[in-house]
């Protein structure tokens, strides 16, 4: 987070004229010139290198030098620590000038603050920089320097939510919030004017729903009655099927109130689908055709339709429900050929019933890891999961020294090196246990791994590269956390079964597969949905009988069910993580206009905020305030402090 | 609201034979004859009736007789109270049956109740009519008779929004959601696809807006702080245009919480534009352009550009600032004609400094209009605006004896002729006072005469005619209410003063005209907006000198300004209005999927509810229960109840 500072040479050739003829548009500029005087402002400039910074990043990877056959040596968005105490020549359009000391440069990778020397002997230099109009476009040359003391902005991201009318001018919040407009434009087309979906706006007044301790609750004129916000339009849109709508969807704004959780929102988007008479394979060649159509024109094309791994494959292969497919490392089953080691924790693990040895391999893990890195794994296994891991160097020619790892046989490493095709110079990861905490466990240090990898230089996961995946055959429910006797749906209680598995819901339900099908984009899990139950009676037993839910809570639903449903299921795509994807945003607050802060706080209007209690009185409501809160209240309609 | 029901004699030709082949579909329907034989489902075949009568009602007008040259003699969704003891010959579909005592029976037009006959005679048409599958196309015969007692139904419209998901079967619900889904995406095309638009979310979990005592309010997790569900986007999308974004649109959901009110929803959609370097004839015509594109190809084309008045033409002409120009009926200041009447009232207000003599002419008022609707007038008048009427027949063959319109003189009358070009058989309803409220009771005379008419058959407002109108050059401040020395928004306080105006602001702001518009259908406004302040300065003085606001609440957007706005304006169109206008639905409530009703409450899943304490603590409130409301606290958790 670091900008550069840099003393100045100007070019001749680009001297002073703007290099837009519009008056308008200088006259905007310096007007916003004079608002980035007060010391509130003054980081702006420095969010807006972080986010260009994205755009370097990815384009890096595609175009590595942007400064070849050129007078410049690096470009504005492109400084970083790394280059402190460098030689630089950069050239950019004059953004704004803070107080004649400094003035902010720009191009199309991002901004750089550049220092005005102040000295006597570049008084002819200074003079023209500081009468220069906004947008001149200049040459200077100078040496990296850190920010000055003083001048750095721990906040920088509570600035740019304060002032987000300035961040949304920049590049990439330009570019961001166009693109997601556009791509939802042509899944609008995609879905009514190609395939006859109906928009329908459902309410977001509603009443909670069973489970629903994540609501936002809304006192209502009525003593003691409140509404809630939904977490998503779930039952309405089967009541539309009931209702013989036969196609929905709408663009829904959902609501989440987790507290302070890092890059969630108290208010989201989700493209919210639902059709009749239809069923799994209907709907994912649905969203096959919906991303293929509404892809951005400047990415490669998406490729349908997308592969698929039941949840038993993702686990055993990726050790999680939404691998990232873009790399290999995939987890092996070694057990058998190790049935034999002389390893304490591989034999202990092996002697027991469910006992597994899995494995994953790095390759070229010798060349790009240190022995710091793989100890840092080691450790990381430990710390978290309790679990021991061991890196092997099977065909390395170096000598690790790991009196352990030396302990494999020959025969062994023989059978490694065949099962997981394993090269000069691969690093293996073992580890050993039940399978699915195995796996798990696995699963992250393959992550841990690539960013390793990556932060030594080696590409693994291709930026330009987005890879589809459908995760099937889900559990229908799962063991309750805090009582493990009792079952919980694994996604909502609305989810059909796997049509093979409807007999074992009367005898063996923790082993029902349900038809829910979750979409995974680059690791991050961006939309799920299922084929729902249709049958009341159905629905009954399994929230009844099964769940032991209050039924009477959904006594509407259950009762349009009675009524006639078709059959039916859908889908909802997380709008938010989807687009942040696809921009390569470092977070779903890039690409929303106005987001919240992680605490929830709109910080730029400072929201939520104090209300004086006759406005309250309608809604019959008080605030509990806490025993400790007395400063708290005395506090009210005090001035703005924005959160650290 | 009566069904009819008519004794039944069986065609030959449709015997019996399943209209639609498919298994599926008959299987559906039967379960769903299950679902109506609960006392619950009783009245939908009515409400679909009553729903399908608005077609009928607007088709009668182009289409009179849909009944020529075929069996039948009237359409199932045409019958009324005025055909009963009428024998009549229906054709169509059995809809459903229930307990073999009635069938329900449809075609395009609506449904109708059958009465299955149950004497011994009949027995072989019974026995046909109760083993026909539903779907089935027959032809009966009968007589029209009353509901049979005890089978009215007066909570239609209740239990219409109890058993939703049915209701949206219905031809009318389906045909309203469909229409308002293409219409979003016709104009979503104009304005993404055709004028770059950008469609942009903007929060609905936002801070109080200065006098925005009709703000949901939903409490936070932090005690005290509220956020509230902002009424509309306005300060988001002049923040965009700040932010640069140039071009906004969105399909907003908004809130407003106002009680109980008939036909208004506590959260309704606007279409919400906003741009920059606009001016109010740009806006006009950009929205002009999108009501042609998106209108819906079975109604005529919308024409263009629309008319326009000024806000004081609309109240001298029309007695409203929403005019229905589908008729003429205009109100004519006839003081001069009048100025030495003999008739008290009117002689008293003409001697007062603002006094004058208005009227309008109703056209063949006295071939359509009975002495008691006259009489009705003059009370309505009375009533509700304390205000003298008075009607008189200036070239009526007919005498209507009234001894005060005989006191209207010879030249008086044949001014009034001249003037008003009064025809044969025409009434003129005079009336006097100050100008503002003697237009605004004959602008409400000039309703209540198109509703009399209509009744007594004269088609005055043509159901297929659109009348759009903008009315611009609103004054830009009022006298407030409750203090009449001080002025608040006609509309809000970002409304840019009228060019010509502004130097009114400093001397006598009351007498400035704004830069807003309204956009008026058949005498509904249906949309509303302006071009807003761009100057900081001017921004503050507004607001901190003129409306005396507390201007820490709009920091935000003054610092935003400050920052640099381009000038801008935009406009928000409401959509379920406009929807419910091109549709002829008798209230929006009909083109909205899951409508709360008039008091706020979703019927079908009992919206809003009671939540136990517990899940109030997060958010740190308690109930203030009213201190006579321990019976409603113990009845919490009770049955369900519809509203009467």
Not at 46 to 62: E, I
Not at 182 to 197: A, D, I, P, S
Not at 595 to 608: E, Q
Request: include cysteine; charge should be neutral.
């Amino acid at each position: 987070m670091r900008s550069a500072c840099i003393s100045v040479k100007l070019g001749i050739r680009e001297r002073l004229s703007p290099s837009c003829g519009s008056n308008m548009l200088s006259c905007w500029l310096s007007r916003l010139c004079r608002g980035f005087s007060t010391p509130t402002g003054r980081i702006t400039h420095l969010s807006r290198g972080s986010l260009s910074r994205t755009l370097v990043l990815s384009s890096q990877r595609r175009i590595p030098e942007f400064s070849s056959f050129v007078a410049r040596t690096n470009t504005c968005g492109e400084l970083r620590s790394s280059h402190l105490g460098q030689e630089v020549t950069l050239c950019g359009w004059i953004q704004y000038r803070r107080q004649n000391i400094f003035l902010v440069l720009r191009d199309f990778h991002g901004l750089v603050q550049v220092v005005i020397p102040q000295e006597e002997s570049a008084a002819a230099v200074r003079k023209i920089l500081c009468e220069a109009p906004v947008e001149s476009v200049v040459r200077v040359s100078g040496t990296v320097i850190s920010r000055p003391p003083g001048q750095e902005n721990p906040k920088t991201e509570a600035l740019r939510l304060q002032y987000r009318y300035l961040d949304l001018r920049s590049f990439q919040m330009q570019y961001n919030l166009r693109l997601r407009s556009q791509m939802v434009m042509k899944m609008r087309e995609y879905l009514c004017n190609l395939h006859g979906f109906v928009d329908i706006e459902t309410p977001t007044l509603f009443k909670r729903t069973p489970g629903g301790a994540k609501e936002f609750v809304i006192p209502s004129r009525e003593p003691g009655k409140f509404y809630c916000l939904p977490q998503s339009p779930q039952q309405f849109k089967q009541l539309l099927m009931v209702g013989g709508l036969d196609r929905y969807f709408q663009v829904a704004r959902c609501y989440r109130d987790e507290g302070s959780r890092p890059d969630r929102q108290p208010e989201f988007t989700q493209i919210d689908i639902e059709m009749s008479f239809v069923d799994q394979t209907g709907i994912q060649r649905l969203i096959e055709g919906l991303l293929q159509y509404s892809w951005p024109s400047d990415k490669d094309p998406v490729v349908v339709p997308f592969p698929s791994l039941t949840f038993a494959e993702a686990l055993a292969s990726y050790g999680t429900d939404k691998p990232d497919t873009r790399f290999g490392m995939k987890i092996i089953d070694i057990s058998d050929v190790l049935r034999n080691t002389e390893v304490g924790f591989l034999q202990d693990a092996l002697s027991k019933p469910q006992g597994t040895v899995k494995a994953i391999c790095i390759s070229e893990g010798t060349k790009y890891l240190k022995r710091k890195d793989l100890e840092s794994i080691r450790k990381f296994a430990a710390d978290h999961f309790n679990q021991e891991v061991l890196p092997v160097f099977p065909k390395a020619s170096r000598n690790w020294n790991s009196p352990v790892a030396q302990s494999i046989l020959e025969e062994q490493r023989s059978g490694l090196i065949r099962l997981m095709e394993i090269r000069e110079d691969d690093v293996v990861l073992l580890t050993a246990g039940e399978h699915k905490k195995a796996c798990s466990v696995l699963g992250k240090l393959r992550l841990e791994c690539a960013d390793l990898l990556e932060a030594r230089g080696l590409v693994l996961r291709d930026p330009t590269l987005f890879s589809f995946l459908w995760v099937v055959d889900f559990p229908l429910f799962l063991p309750k956390e805090e009582n493990p006797g009792e079952l919980e749906s694994a996604h909502h209680p609305f989810t059909a079964p796997h049509p093979s598995d409807i007999q074992l819901l009367y005898t063996e339900p923790e082993k029902v597969r349900s038809q829910h099908y979750d979409l995974v984009l680059n690791g991050s899990e961006i939309g799920g949905g299922s084929i729902r139950i249709h049958d009341a009676e159905l629905q009954r037993y399994i929230l009844a009988t099964l769940l032991k839910e209050d039924v009477k809570l959904l006594s509407h639903l259950l009762q349009a069910l009675d009524f006639g449903a078709p059959p039916h299921g859908g889908i909802a795509l997380g709008l938010d993580r989807l687009i942040c994807l696809v921009t390569g945003a470092p977070s779903i607050r890039d690409v929303i206009a106005f987001p919240k802060s992680f605490k929830g706080h709109d910080l730029m209007s400072n929201a939520p905020d104090s209300l004086p209690p006759e406005e309250l009185k309608p809604y019959h409501i008080q605030v509990s305030w806490p025993a400790n809160s007395e400063a708290e209240k005395s506090s009210l309609n005090q001035p703005y402090c924005p959160e650290s």
